[in-house]
T-cell receptor, first 114, second 114 residues
Framework: GENVEQHPSTLSVQEGDSAVIKCTYS??????FPWYKQELGKRPQLIID?????GEKKDQRIAVTLNKTAKHFSLHITETQPEDSAVYFC?????????????FGTGTRLQVTL | EAQVTQNPRYLITVTGKKLTVTCSQN?????MSWYRQDPGLGLRQIYY???????DKGDVPEGYKVSRKEKRNFPLILESPSPNQTSLYFC?????????????FGNGTRLTVT
């Protein structure tokens, strides 16, 4: 089955610096890769996603890159701000038409310090 | 307002006492799913459903049941709860039948089994 590894588990950066979180997946059939942000006590919410036919996607300070050959994808946050402090989860999804597999990474706690 | 509604938010029960956590979405989404969140383990999928009357196991289905009699509702049933089911539970829905579009999460149910 699919296995998604996420690193690092915790990350501390200074405000204004960049943060990078990496995920690797095992099943080459996975073709949808979302990232979720979970603030303390809240539900996870999508921040960006990428499909397997795209190598990179950007949305303001957030970008995601995908390397299908190496089976890894990364979240990049530039010019970090205190409100970026949260837990971030990557996920990998495949769908055959009759079955689906959605697997999350174990999460990265990002702390942005002043 | 488009949303996923989960109830109750908090639940304390005793071992063996059957309980149901309700989940309802008003977005006409095809895909619905349940997750448990435990420290260090991230979000693990319990069950998912791609259509009415179609449900399938996720990664940690033991001890849980679900049903999808109507498109909008996807209750999670614990027939005989045990202390190892103490966790934070999230219901989520997605437009895409295979879960290959953003998940919309409910607010979570914190379950304690004593």
């Amino acid at each position: 089955g699919e296995n998604v590894e996420q690193h690092p588990s915790t990350l501390s950066v200074q405000e204004g610096d960049s943060a990078v979180i990496k995920c690797t997946y095992s099943d080459s059939a996975s073709n949808y890769f979302p990232w979720y942000k979970q603030e303390l006590g809240k539900r996870p919410q999508l921040i960006i996603d990428i499909r397997s036919n795209v190598g990179e996607k950007k949305d303001q300070r957030i970008a995601v890159t995908l390397n299908k050959t190496a089976k890894h994808f990364s979240l990049h946050i530039t010019e970090t701000q205190p409100e970026d402090s949260a837990v971030y989860f990557c996920a990998a999804v495949w769908f055959t038409g009759t079955a689906s597999k959605l697997t999350f990474g174990t999460g990265t706690r990002l702390q942005v310090t002043l | 307002e488009a949303q996923v509604t989960q109830n109750p938010r908090y639940l304390i029960t005793v071992t063996g006492k059957k309980l149901t956590v309700t989940c309802s979405q008003n977005m006409n989404h095809e895909y619905m799913s349940w997750y448990r969140q435990d420290p260090g383990l991230g979000l693990r999928q319990i069950y998912y459903s791609m259509n009415v009357e179609v449900t399938d196991k996720g990664d940690v289905p033991e001890g849980y049941k679900v049903s999808r009699k109507e498109k909008r509702n996807f209750p999670l049933i614990l027939e005989s709860p045990s202390p190892n089911q103490t966790s934070l539970y999230f219901c989520a829905s997605s437009l895409s039948r295979g879960g290959q579009s953003p998940l919309h999460f409910g607010n979570g149910t914190r379950l304690t089994v004593t």
